[in-house]
């Protein structure tokens, strides 16, 4: 007898095996870019980030509550998988041209595998004319731009470009304006050109701040610190390019809403 509930057990299990859903493969969402997108936490510099960095917060950083189960099912257009992983490969102060010079690019790009997504935002740091160790010409960053796509479509991955998040300048008549020059068309130029997925961050950032009013994200969404209420700035700060966590997880939901509306023909773009 048994021997006989057993055996009975055992072929119940298998049938449950049988017909339980098979997980997929966590696909991994690289984000590559500077200092807006960076995650400051970790090993970041070795430093501990609540005593000398926060709040100072970049998006990517804000990223991975988005690429919850419950959410995955907005974004199927991009990313079939029942789980994702965001590998935040963004650093401060860099452009196109630094992360390529440095090996950042080549760490990423040997570390890709099939239907991951590499995610690239950058133009704060290329446009730096008064920094020439980053700075990197319009054709120069197209040209980067180009080589990131096409090297993420060789390993079979998805290259998405984000033109770059505005800064809270300049703001004229309660209305912000690009800050960024030619280098958000140059983005949208290259995403023209390849047929790779686009999201306008500089246009859907410049929108929401705009709609947010200027006093509110000054106070709120940037670095704007009073003295002696962080640790880590005890005099306080007066930054418009880095967000706190409120500015942060608001653009990061703009980055997410932007990926809801990606066409299906971009992503599966190969060539």
Do not use: C
């Not at 479509?153 to 300049?170: C, D, F, M, Q, S």
């Not at 966590?245 to 773009?269: I, R, T, Y």
Request: glycine content about 6%; charged content about 25%.
């Amino acid at each position: 007898m048994k021997m006989y509930f057993k055996l009975l057990l055992l072929l119940l299990s298998i049938a449950i095996a049988a017909f339980a859903p098979i997980k997929k493969k966590p696909v991994k969402v690289y984000l590559i870019g500077d200092s807006t997108v960076a995650d400051y936490t970790g090993d970041y510099d070795d430093k501990d980030y609540m005593t000398t960095r926060f709040p100072v917060t970049g998006w990517g950083q804000v990223f991975q509550p988005f690429m919850r189960p419950d959410s995955l099912s907005h974004i199927r257009n991009i990313i079939k998988s029942d789980s994702v992983v965001v590998v935040d490969k963004a650093r401060g102060g860099r452009s196109t041209r630094t992360f390529f010079e440095e090996g950042r690019w080549a760490e990423v790009y040997k570390a890709l595998q099939k239907n991951d997504v590499v995610m690239m935002q950058f133009g704060h740091n290329d446009a730096a004319e008064n920094k020439p160790e980053r700075y990197t010409s319009v054709p120069a960053y197209k040209e980067y731009l180009r080589l990131f796509v096409k090297q993420t479509r060789e390993k079979g991955a998805l290259p998405i470009i984000l033109t770059p998040v505005n800064r809270n300048y300049p703001w004229e008549d309660g209305k912000l304006s690009n800050v960024h020059g030619d280098y958000p068309q140059a983005a949208k130029d290259v995403a023209m050109e390849l047929n790779a997925p686009l999201i306008d961050l500089t246009q859907l950032s410049i929108n929401a701040f705009t709609a947010k009013g200027e006093e509110y994200v000054t106070s709120n969404y940037f670095m704007n610190l009073p003295a002696g209420k962080y640790e880590a700035y005890p005099e306080g700060q007066k930054d418009n390019t880095h967000f706190q966590p409120e500015g942060a997880k608001a653009v990061a939901q703009m980055v997410f809403n932007g990926m809801k509306k990606l066409k299906p023909s971009e992503a599966s773009a190969k060539n």
